[in-house]
């Protein structure tokens, strides 16, 4: 890559992870859009989908609290109902327009209850189509199931190749990748097995990374907060969280990468940022910030509802997540 290839990847990725402003995550898929349309009493068309994400990306004032916007594929390629296309509205709004380019996570051969997430084949002609059309950035997730037996190094290994590919293509396009290896909430394990996966995962997607010649000053990483399943009887304190999630981060990520920018991973809104307060405030040699969806999304959605006359409504309850969000990360 030349210098200002280089140039320009490092500073979008600091411009995406500079506190106090987070990431916007709005990029389900259609059909998990049209599923939490239903759930409000919206009928789901593309218009529906189109709507909600115009709503949100209209917020007056959100460039203040968010620094970029992913987005799925048929929202980046929608226009509003000014003409702008979505990536122009973006801009003139101030954030940052991403792309998810994943085409969802599907089952593992011979591993029960594991996925690979998949979407490589032609993902680098993708890659420059949208990089064409304005995307600064792009997301990748994987998901890893955990229990007291998985998730298995089998499919750590090949979700970590394919987030280390993927994250290739994009820095080859000009693109920022986020790199979002998930280890989910979901179960009855404590944070101590929680901590060991995610070490253990973490260093196996940098391993991966480095293998791809992937510049680790050129990417976002979005993991999840160290957090006792859901299940879990005994839910562990803020400040334990913060002191699991950082030490695990000290041990695994380079001092290189810009920034962390959390997933909510299902976590209620109100405890996600009272997670997020705790890690900000540790003292770690990287950016932290957030890249929530439904932590920040789902009151907007539910306030807004399909209809017109409660637009600025949904635009309220998004705007007071995002700061609330925001505002601690302040220091």
């Not at 200002?4 to 259609?30: M, N, Q, Y």
């Not at 209209?58 to 970029?68: A, D, I, K, R, Y």
């Not at 089952?107 to 002609?125: H, M, N, S, V, W």
């Not at 859901?230 to 290189?256: I, M």
Request: charged residues 25%; contains cysteine.
């Amino acid at each position: 890559m030349t210098s200002e290839h280089t140039e320009k990847l490092h500073s979008t990725a600091r411009a995406l992870v500079a506190p106090p402003r987070g990431i916007l995550a709005a990029d389900e898929s259609p059909g998990t859009m049209s599923q939490r349309l239903e759930k409000v009493g919206v009928e789901p068309t593309p218009e529906a989908r189109r709507d909600y994400r115009e709503m949100l990306l209209t917020t007056p004032g959100l460039s203040e609290s968010v620094s970029g916007i992913i987005l799925a594929d048929e929202t980046f390629n929608q226009e509003l109902s000014d003409g702008r296309t979505v990536p122009q509205a973006c801009a003139d709004a101030g954030v940052l327009p991403g792309i998810k380019v994943d085409t969802g996570a599907k089952p593992l051969a011979f591993a029960p209850g594991e996925t690979i997430t998949e979407g490589l084949d032609g993902l680098r002609e993708r890659m420059q189509d949208y990089a064409s059309r304005g995307a600064a950035f792009a997301k990748w997730r994987a998901a890893l199931k955990l229990d007291a037996s998985l998730p298995t190094d089998r499919a750590i290994h090949v979700n970590a190749h394919a987030l280390a590919r993927y994250a290739a293509l994009c820095q080859e396009a000009g693109v920022v990748p986020i790199v979002e290896p998930e280890v989910l909430m979901d179960g009855d394990h404590a944070l101590e097995r929680c901590e060991e996966v995610t070490s253990g995962v973490l260093e196996k997607v940098f391993a991966e990374l480095a293998a791809q010649g992937v510049d680790p000053a050129g990417i976002v990483l979005k993991p999840n907060m160290v957090v006792a399943g859901l299940g879990f009887s005994d839910q562990p304190e803020a400040s334990e969280v913060a002191a699991a999630t950082v030490r695990v981060l000290t041990q695994r990520v380079p001092e290189s990468v810009p920034g962390i920018a959390f997933l909510s991973g299902g976590q209620a809104a109100e405890v996600a940022t009272r997670h997020l307060k705790a890690i900000a405030a540790e003292s770690t040699p990287w950016g932290i910030t957030f890249s929530f969806g439904r932590a920040l999304v789902d009151g907007a959605l539910r306030a807004w509802a399909g209809d017109p006359d409660k637009w600025k409504d949904g635009q309220t309850a998004l705007d007071d997540r995002v700061r609330a969000n925001s505002e601690v990360l302040k220091r």
